[in-house]
């Protein structure tokens, strides 16, 4: 069974500050996507950036950038110049193929308050 | 616009009654899956849908059912709710269940009294 865990039930930052969310998973598949969800108090579920297993490089996306550690099936966000918008619940996910395709899990997300 | 339309975005029911939440994509996406969010426990996903006709168990099935008639539609069934059903659920679409991101609904809050 593949798990993920986030770690930090709740984080807080400030303003134009970096901050670091981190999840951890477990799998035996080997290759597989990694995804981070933000869901702001809207509550709509909205993709913030996606990591292929294969790939070794880093994904970023503007100010949104991952740390990818395979071995250590680690996989943290990091969120440069910190934004009031960026408050939100963020939810790491994981999507293999082989015998769990289709099945996708999430971790137990975390709380993100940025502060002015 | 591309999206997934879910309704309703509210329901309280009582005990028993069955109820349906319907779910809906314009985008001719082939993978749908339904969702439960709760607090501590992020999102779990209750069954997912390749393609018309075909749908299969995710991790917290029991109490539900799906239909996948049309590609578009993909609905979830609640034939006899109970209070720990009490959730706010989430329709999602995908190009693919692999590498696609997911497109999400707007989430529909149930409360079983």
């Known amino acids: 069974a593949q798990t993920v865990t986030q770690s930090q039930p709740e984080m807080s930052v400030q303003e134009a500050e970096t901050v670091t969310l981190s999840c951890t998973y477990d799998t035996s598949e080997n290759n597989y996507y990694l995804f981070w969800y933000k869901q702001p108090p809207s509550r709509q579920m909205i993709l913030v950036i996606r990591?292929?297993?294969?790939?070794?490089q880093n994904a970023t996306e503007n100010r949104f950038s991952v740390n990818f550690q395979k071995a250590a099936k680690s996989f943290s966000l990091k969120i440069s110049d910190s934004q009031l918008g960026d408050t939100a619940m963020y939810f790491c996910a994981f999507n293999a193929g082989g015998t769990s395709y289709g099945k996708l899990t999430f971790g137990q997300g975390t709380i993100l308050t940025v502060h002015p | 616009e591309a999206q997934v339309t879910q309704n309703p975005r509210y329901l309280i029911t009582v005990t028993g009654k069955k109820l349906t939440v319907t779910c809906s994509q314009n985008?001719?996406?082939?993978?749908m899956s339904w969702y439960r969010q709760d607090p501590g426990l992020g999102l779990r996903q209750i069954y997912y849908s390749m393609n018309v006709e075909v749908t299969d168990k995710g991790d917290v099935p029991e109490g539900y059912k799906v239909s996948r008639k049309e590609k578009r539609n993909f609905p979830l069934i609640l034939e006899s709710p109970s209070p720990n059903q009490t959730s706010l659920y989430f329709c999602?679409?995908?190009?693919?269940?692999?590498?696609?991101?997911?497109?999400f609904g707007n989430g529909t809050r149930l409360t079983v009294t």
């Open positions: 990591q292929e297993a294969y790939k070794q």
């Open positions: 999602a679409s995908s190009g693919t269940p692999y590498n696609s991101p997911l497109h």
């Open positions: 985008m001719n996406h082939e993978y």
